[in-house]
Nanobody
């Protein structure tokens, strides 16, 4: 089992930056693909970013590419999402997720999920 706890969300203005963190506990963190997904009110949960276990592969949704950066610290069992140039359409609950033994950006391939942290961007 893997437990994931997100933090760092909040209310910001358009153009601001914010860094989300996701602390993992349980199984060996370094073998997990880690991802960030977001869910806006009334919409499906969508992929935002992912990073593989040794940092040499990352992927981003087109909507966040060039503005968001995912990174991880295996020693701290933590994954980060640095968000810059935030837009009102980035408003959502951001969820951290973990996948075992597979590189994927597909939501249903992730085995573990955090409860999420709210990000609200005002115009």
């Amino acid at each position: 089992q893997v437990q994931l706890v997100e933090s760092g969300g909040g209310l910001v203005q358009a153009g601001d930056s914010l860094r989300l963190s996701c602390a993992a506990s349980g199984r060996t963190f370094s073998w997990l693909t880690m991802g960030w997904f977001r869910q806006a009110p009334g919409k499906d949960r969508e992929f935002s970013a992912a990073i593989n276990w040794n940092d040499n592969i990352t992927a981003y949704a087109d909507s966040v590419k060039g503005r968001f950066t995912i990174s991880r610290d295996n020693a701290k069992k933590t994954v980060y999402l640095q968000m810059s140039s935030l837009k009102p359409e980035d408003t959502a609950v951001y969820h951290c997720a973990a996948a075992e033994g597979v590189w994927t950006i597909v939501r249903h391939s992730y085995h573990y999920w955090g409860q999420g942290t709210q990000v609200t961007v005002s115009s």
